[in-house]
């Protein structure tokens, strides 16, 4: 994030949390914790914040839990690409062989076929 996107973000806060200082020496102090930050996923996580939550934000709500982030995006994904897999399964949907089952059943038993 850059210095006036950060001050973009905590008027954004201010507006909803009368109480939270977004002034120029505070954009300053936060930048370094934020610089590497993308600028919406910040918005997004304080929009989060302020549908859910009653305490004003500081640094670790804007930041939000990265690490929980990456894991969801990657369950999306999974979940995407399995759906996709089921999709084409289902397409290619057929009974087994006449007789796979007894074979299977004579092989549990220890009869050999």
């Given amino acids: ?3 006036v996107e950060i ?3 905590y008027q954004h806060i201010k507006k909803y949390y009368p109480f939270f200082d977004a002034s120029v020496e505070r954009v ?3 930048f370094k914790y934020l610089k590497d930050f ?3 996923v910040a918005r997004d996580n304080i929009d989060r914040h302020i549908l859910t939550e009653t305490v004003t934000p500081g640094i670790a709500h804007i930041r939000g839990r990265l690490g929980e982030q990456i894991d969801r995006e990657r369950m999306q994904s999974k979940t995407a690409e399995h759906v996709e897999n089921l999709e084409r399964w289902s397409q290619c949907d057929a009974p087994p062989p006449t007789g796979y089952w007894e074979e299977m059943k004579a092989r549990l038993r220890g009869d050999r076929a």
């Fill in 7 to 9: 001050a973009e973000l």
């Fill in 28 to 30: 300053k102090e936060d």
């Fill in 1 to 3: 994030m850059e210095l």
């Fill in 38 to 40: 993308p600028a919406s």
